[in-house]
């Protein structure tokens, strides 16, 4: 553009030999196959851009002496290159400085002290930046292949990543119970293809798939659909832990008992993350039991008319006791005694088998259950010197079925003073919040062990420090008392030691707890 605002350069043969060389410089890094050539072929293009430059600038001198300032695009292109790293910088010098002498030989000797100051000083700047870009060159080569080294170890990362993904998700298939992880807000993270099989059962029709609002998740009666803060993933997100919690799901012939368990996922400052839930079909464990069950319940009642056949002439006999002997009326004692308690062990097998299972629950005032049970067993208390303590306010509402609730708080009153052979205090005491009901009774008798404490709600298990005492009893009542709670949709809980006396704490849920 410089023949536009200076006309009179067009008559310098040495510019126009430089704007000459330019154009075919430029022609030729389009123009020539690069690519079938050396690596640092093309470096030739910076090379002779310093003696077009030269020309350039003394064709033009001493009108345009700024030209030389071209110089700084080939220094760069060879700084950067990498290659002829000697070469680059003694042409950032020396190229730069021979670009200027003839220019200045023109003048010598009038050279003034700018002159000679320009002549060292601007050779010495080109070197400068060409150090700078070759140093930044090498920095950014040596950033290049840490990044080159740092993304193959992210690839191989991914790779195994991913491996270990498949190896999991094979596991996971492979198993026989249902597992997904959710996060906090409920989304899914993962599953498995047993879990996925649940969730199909659960849906109904016309629902989405996600929306576990509308699953067909049942209490343990089978029919009552559970409210959603009771549901598993519901509880698991909330950060609930918990095990064997028995729901059913899905309706029809293909409805499923699933035992569920829950693990929140928390992270390094033990936020809430998530959380993950396995489901565990028991159909076949429950219907079994049921089956159990019911031929409990048969054989007792089978085993119940003939003992009261017996009991009832016993009792005519023992009625007219003058025409028999002592020794007669002893065994007859015996047989009356043993009689009885095998018919109470019949009631208890009768009553584990069957009446437990239906309860009919309803906003039920737990202080006036309390203040029943302990009138009922006044009278054992006052014979085995046991004092009864009620701590519980008036009113506290549950949602119960009154009778089996009063049947397990007789049972529970009844053990602590069977189990306080020496005396001593049992107290009932409760408290309630907007969900739940919680109600102890606490004795001060001979205790358990821990082990088992642990054990104390299993059927026909006994502690032994009950046997080596000699109590009493069939190991029923406990068991009993649990299916009661669990009917419920509740749980009790044993804390005892040995010689300092046994907790009993029953959970129940509270009516504003129940869904309309």
């Not at 071209?70 to 220094?75: A, E, K, Q, R, T």
């Not at 509308?214 to 009771?230: G, H, N, W």
């Not at 729901?247 to 008992?257: N, Y």
């Not at 069977?418 to 009774?441: E, F, N, Q």
Request: glycine letters at 8%; a negative charge; hydrophobic letters at 50%.
């Amino acid at each position: 553009m410089t023949p536009f605002a200076w006309p009179s350069l067009l008559g310098s043969l040495l510019y126009l030999a430089g704007i000459a060389i330019q154009g075919i410089l430029f022609l030729a890094c389009f123009l020539t196959p690069w690519e079938r050539l050396r690596r640092s072929a093309y470096l030739v293009i910076p090379i002779l851009d310093f003696l077009a430059i030269g020309i350039l600038r003394n064709g033009a001198s001493p009108l345009l002496p700024g030209l030389a300032i071209l110089v700084i695009f080939p220094v760069i292109w060879l700084a950067a290159s990498g290659m002829l790293v000697r070469t680059s910088l003694v042409l950032s010098a020396v190229g730069t400085l021979l670009i200027m002498l003839p220019s200045m030989a023109g003048r010598f000797p009038n050279l003034t002290a700018a002159d000679i100051t320009s002549l060292i000083l601007f050779p010495l700047m080109m070197l400068a930046v060409s150090l700078a870009i070759r140093f930044a060159s090498v920095n950014m080569r040596i950033q290049q292949r840490q990044l080159q080294a740092m993304g193959e170890e992210l690839r191989e990362l991914l790779a195994a990543s991913r491996e270990r993904e498949k190896l999991l998700m094979t596991i996971l298939d492979a198993t026989d119970v249902g597992i997904i992880a959710v996060d906090s807000n409920g989304d899914q993270l993962l599953t498995n293809n047993r879990q996925r099989g649940f969730q199909q059962t659960a849906i109904p029709a016309g629902v989405a798939v996600g929306d576990e609002s509308q699953y067909l998740v049942f209490a343990q009666d089978k029919m009552t659909p559970l409210p959603a803060e009771k549901r598993p993933l519901r509880r698991a997100i909330e950060g609930e832990s918990f095990a064997d919690y028995l729901v059913w799901i899905g309706d029809g012939p293909q409805q499923r008992a699933v035992s569920t368990a829950a693990r929140p996922l928390k992270d390094d400052v033990g936020h809430l993350t998530g959380a993950v839930v396995v489901f565990n079909d028991v159909t076949g464990l429950v219907e079994a039991m049921a089956a159990n069950e019911e031929l409990v319940a048969n054989v007792s009642h089978e085993f119940r008319s003939p003992l009261n056949s017996i009991l009832g002439n016993i009792d005519l006999v023992l009625e007219d006791r003058e025409g028999m002997s002592d020794l007669t009326v002893r065994r007859l004692d015996v047989v009356q005694r043993n009689s009885e308690r095998l018919l109470a062990l019949v009631s208890d097998l009768t009553l584990e088998a069957s009446a437990a299972l239906n309860v009919h629950p309803k906003r039920t005032d737990i202080s006036g259950l309390v203040e029943t049970s302990i009138g009922s067993a006044q009278a054992h208390a006052e014979r085995s010197a046991v004092a009864l303590v009620a701590n519980v306010p008036s009113p506290l509402w549950a949602y119960a079925d009154p009778l089996r609730i009063g049947q397990a708080l007789d049972n529970l009153v009844s053990n602590a003073i069977k189990y306080s052979p020496d005396g001593g205090t049992v107290t009932i005491s409760a408290a309630g919040t907007d969900d739940w009901v919680k109600l102890v009774v606490r004795d001060t008798g001979m205790g358990m062990a821990p082990e088992d404490a642990a054990k104390v709600f299993s059927r026909f298990f006994r502690a032994e420090s009950a046997r080596d005492a000699a109590i009493p009893g069939a190991g029923l009542g406990l068991s009993i008392t649990k299916t009661i709670l669990e009917r419920h949709g509740g749980a009790i809980a044993c804390a005892s030691a040995l010689g300092g006396g046994s907790t009993f704490t029953m959970t129940l849920p509270t009516p504003s707890s129940i869904a309309p």
